[in-house]
């Protein structure tokens, strides 16, 4: 298990240092490719700068609050994307049988799938987020203590390993149909999209939903209401908002799960 | 782990069914089973390089899949190199090489050598090791000017011999090529045969070979399985398969003006007649030269060649059925 483990991530590494050093010899494009990414991953935050020319509060956040949101998902999703963001060309490559192809070499396939065209060009995302981030933390009224400093940072982090799990069990599912990446697309993008905005906003069920099934309420809305001190909309015991890395630390569990799945069923019938 | 000299690739009654889907209505599907690879049984010793041939859909693919552990049989026993495939995926990876001709194992966007390179470090090829492997390829597949170009760039031919290379970097034990010639020109299938033969010669290799050009096992095997339909339905030496399959080479001769229908050349029967060209075929077993010299005793010949027969010919001919 261990071995495995050591043997994926060197692998990746090994993968991923290539296709930076393939990157950086086109410095220029690189250059330009990482400020387009942050230029258009940023108009998300123009819209919502936008709107508060008009309006002072969207369900009850002022603008900083929703920035602090904003910037947390916004780097969550960065890392994960950048990190795993890849692993949705599976469906792609299980089409045209290149997927054979990662089975033969010596390295765990969901580390080759993963690693498989970095594009470090992602960290425009990534950049733009903490900057809006770091903005939001400057502006909302919370008495900062290194406690709420780590409290943020673990959540930045755990938030990105949610995000990770919902991109390798919506890569694990293209075994089955190799035509759901839009599907995973909706949680992955989608639930990106969704987290910029305060819970208050959305219907009950749906933050349900997003609380108890696919659990991304915890990458930001359930720690940044407890770091903002107000109450969620579904009223959880306060002690929830603080099981972020428990429930990335599940959620990775079972979207390795999936993984193995998949693999074994695309295995046994060769799709 | 026990290391069977005389079954280094061993498969006993594997069988592998895929469950194919038809949509026959609006929601109705109906289920039906292809036993792609139906009870196959071989051996094969360390160091031989057999030819595995069939017809399109017999179950080669397949078995090769089987065989580096893509895909897991449905039943039977199969070990390489006293490995369980589709159990031990990763370990076996590192003992076994595979060449696709349809479709590379090397990275698309990047040159040559840094797909070398990244193969190197995958397989955890010891430095001198490499070096040795990798000055040793780049001579004998001539890739000394191609490790700066990037891999879409190479022409077919060139991204072949470096598909080889990169199976050959971590000195394999067995070696599987699916089609390493197809659409190759003259000279570069000359040029990967050559390497084969070294390869097995000078390193033992095992070598399993899937080919539709007949030309490689004659040049290459001692020894060719024939599968059909999940089957295996002929193992044994190339002479044979043509005894069996009564299996006709073509002579095709340009003469310098129009002949009638030549009758009169014993071993051979004339098929075709257009113009100055004609069409005489000859038992695959037997040799084109004295042929070719009595031809030339009675006839003025400007051209000829000799055509190979192709497989789906040859195994259409041992069951009679039309390919």
């Given at each position: 298990m261990v071995e495995r483990w050591a043997s994926g991530l060197r692998g990746y590494g090994l993968i991923v240092a290539m296709w930076i050093r393939a990157t950086m010899v086109y410095r220029t494009s690189f250059i330009i490719n990482t400020l387009g990414n942050f230029l258009v991953t940023g108009l998300d935050f123009v819209a919502l700068l936008l709107m508060f020319s008009h309006i002072h509060a969207l369900g009850g956040f002022g603008l900083p609050e929703i920035a602090l949101l904003y910037g947390a998902t916004c780097s969550s999703f960065g890392l994960a994307d950048l990190l795993l963001g890849n692993a949705d060309r599976i469906g792609q490559r299980v089409r045209d049988g290149s997927f054979d192809i990662l089975l033969l070499r010596p390295v765990p396939v969901l580390a080759q799938a993963a690693a498989d065209r970095f594009a470090p060009r992602r960290l425009g995302r990534i950049v733009q987020g903490l900057l809006v981030l770091g903005w939001g933390i400057s502006r909302v009224d919370v008495n900062w203590t290194i406690g709420k400093a780590l409290f943020t940072v673990v959540m930045v982090i755990s938030g990105a390993a949610i995000f990770s799990a919902v991109f390798i069990a919506g890569a694990a599912f293209q075994f089955w149909a190799a035509e759901a990446s839009e599907v995973s697309n909706s949680f992955t993008y989608g639930g990106c999209t969704l987290l910029q905005y305060p819970p208050t906003v959305f219907a009950r069920e749906l933050v349900r939903g997003v609380t108890f099934v696919v659990p991304l309420a915890f990458v930001n809305w359930l720690p940044a209401l407890r770091l903002l001190g107000r109450e969620d909309p579904l009223g959880?015991?306060?002690?929830?908002?603080?099981?972020g890395p428990l429930v990335a630390v599940a959620a990775l569990t079972a979207a390795g799960l999936i993984w193995r799945a998949g693999l074994r069923s695309y295995r046994s019938t060769g799709s | 782990m026990r290391e069977d000299q005389a079954a280094f690739i061993e498969l006993h009654e594997v069988c592998k069914v895929f469950e194919v889907h038809r949509r026959t209505g609006l929601l109705r599907r109906e289920r039906r089973e292809v036993r792609a690879v139906d009870g196959l049984s071989f051996t094969v010793p360390r160091g031989e390089m057999v030819g595995y041939i069939g017809p399109n859909g017999a179950g080669k693919s397949t078995t090769v899949k089987m065989l580096t552990g893509i895909l897991t049989p449905s039943s039977g026993r199969l070990r390489v190199a006293g490995i369980d495939p589709s159990r031990e995926r990763t370990r076996l990876a590192r003992r076994i090489g595979v060449v696709f001709g349809q479709r590379t194992t090397l990275w698309w966007d990047l040159p040559l050598g840094d797909s070398f390179a990244l193969v190197r470090r995958m397989y955890r090829i010891p430095d001198a090791r490499y070096h040795v492997n990798l000055e040793r390829c780049v001579q004998l597949l001539d890739l000394g000017g191609l490790l700066e170009v990037p891999v879409r760039q190479l022409s077919l031919g060139q991204r072949m011999r470096g598909d080889i290379a990169a199976a050959l970097l971590h000195d394999p034990d067995v070696l599987y090529l699916d089609e390493p010639t197809i659409g190759l020109d003259v000279v570069s299938k000359a040029k990967v045969r050559e390497v084969l033969r070294k390869v097995n010669a000078e390193q033992g290799t095992t070598v399993l070979l899937t080919t539709h050009d007949l030309t490689d096992i004659e040049q290459l095997c001692k020894r060719v399985m024939v599968i059909d339909q999940g089957r295996l339905v002929y193992d044994g030496a190339l002479a044979g398969l043509h005894a069996v399959g009564e299996s006709e080479r073509m002579l095709v001769v340009d003469l310098e003006r129009e002949f009638p229908p030549i009758e009169d050349l014993p071993g051979a029967r004339p098929v075709r007649v257009e113009g100055p060209r004609q069409w005489l075929a000859f038992p695959a077993g037997q040799s084109a030269a004295p042929l070719v010299a009595a031809l030339a005793e009675r006839y003025p010949l400007a051209d000829l060649s000799v055509r190979e027969p192709d497989i789906e010919q040859v195994i259409a001919r041992m069951y009679g059925s039309a390919p």
């Open positions: 959880l015991p306060g002690w929830v908002s603080c099981c | -």
